[in-house]
């Protein structure tokens, strides 16, 4: 082993514990317990649960002694984003998907250095362009943003285009080529695919339910014609990252849609699980990430 080992990193946001249905996590200065089904077994830091600053319950709402209404901020791979207590009991903040931005940025990466005019110093020039789908508050828009993408930022709630902006700014990336789109996200692509545009990479981060300009969204219904409709904007080499946070879903079919949308061969596109983990041992599994790259 050598000597000049890295120090452990400090992480502004993690699983502190999780067990009797609830999970507890540090988002930055705060402790918060919220629920969680999936933490069928006892807890394993029991003392760690008794400092907590926020508690969501879907009856009680928000407790604890931190003030709900206001904001705080946590550090995210160098990004600084904003956090806040919502009336769903979110805090804008999926932790488990940060484990996928170095493989964005990589993908970024790649495609910046294949490119021609690699090096000539203008602000996006060559970027290539990235379609992140149900962006919510932008963590992954930021993270290949500032890796070098042209990133069009598709949500369909205004209140979450306008705090993604807001982190934009907090991240000292409000000058990047962002497109920030308040849109259903299939009837963007659809039009995308008449204006005959193309994308280099996909982030798409689909809710179990959600709304749609047809009427609702359903993962289980709707992800399909939405993956085909990626697939027509695509360039031939597109990257994608499809992740579900919904747990006790079968990646398979996942995988076959990918695959399919995208013109792969099956067995491409790798499924990796969406997990949290905490020093005490809990492990929380919530749902599956599929890669295509
Ligand atoms: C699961 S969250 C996305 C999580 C986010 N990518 C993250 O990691 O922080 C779902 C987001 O999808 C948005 N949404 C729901 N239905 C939509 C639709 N039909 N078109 C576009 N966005 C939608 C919601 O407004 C919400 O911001």
Do not use: K
Not at 128 to 138: E, I, W
Not at 252 to 270: C, I, K, N, S, Y
């Amino acid at each position: 082993m050598g000597s000049q080992a890295d120090p452990p990193e400090r992480r502004d946001v993690e699983l502190v514990d999780a067990g009797d249905g609830r999970r507890l996590e540090r988002f930055g200065s705060r402790l918060v317990d919220r629920p969680a089904a999936i933490a069928l077994g006892p807890r394993l830091a029991p003392s760690a649960w008794t400092a907590i600053d926020l508690r969501y319950d879907a009856s009680d709402g928000w407790t604890g002694s931190a003030d709900r209404s206001e904001p705080w901020t946590v550090e995210v791979r160098g990004l600084t984003l904003e956090l806040r207590a919502t009336a769903s009991g979110g805090v804008g903040l999926y932790p488990e998907h940060a484990a996928n931005l170095a493989w964005l940025e990589a993908r970024v990466r790649e495609r910046l250095s294949g490119s021609p005019s690699r090096g000539s110093g203008a602000p996006g020039e060559d970027a290539p362009a990235v379609l992140n789908l149900f962006a919510h508050t932008g963590l992954a828009t930021l993270a290949v943003a500032r890796a070098g993408a042209a990133v069009a930022h598709v949500d369909a709630a205004r209140a979450s285009i306008a705090w993604a902006r807001r982190n934009a700014a907090l991240s000292g990336l409000e000058d990047r080529p962002i497109r920030w789109l308040v849109d259903d996200a299939r009837a963007f692509v659809e039009r995308e695919g008449r204006r005959g545009r193309r994308y280099a990479g996909f982030v798409i981060d689909p809710p179990s339910f959600g709304r749609a300009e047809s009427g609702r969204w359903s993962l289980r219904d709707d992800l399909g014609a939405l993956l085909d409709a990626c697939g027509r904007v695509a360039a031939e080499d597109a990257f994608v990252l499809l992740t579900a946070h919904t747990t006790g879903l079968d990646p398979e079919p996942m995988l076959d849609a990918v695959a399919r949308a995208f013109g792969r061969r099956p067995g491409e596109p790798t499924a990796q699980r969406l997990a949290l983990a905490a020093e005490s041992g809990a492990i929380l599994e919530l749902g599956w990430a599929i890669r295509l790259a």
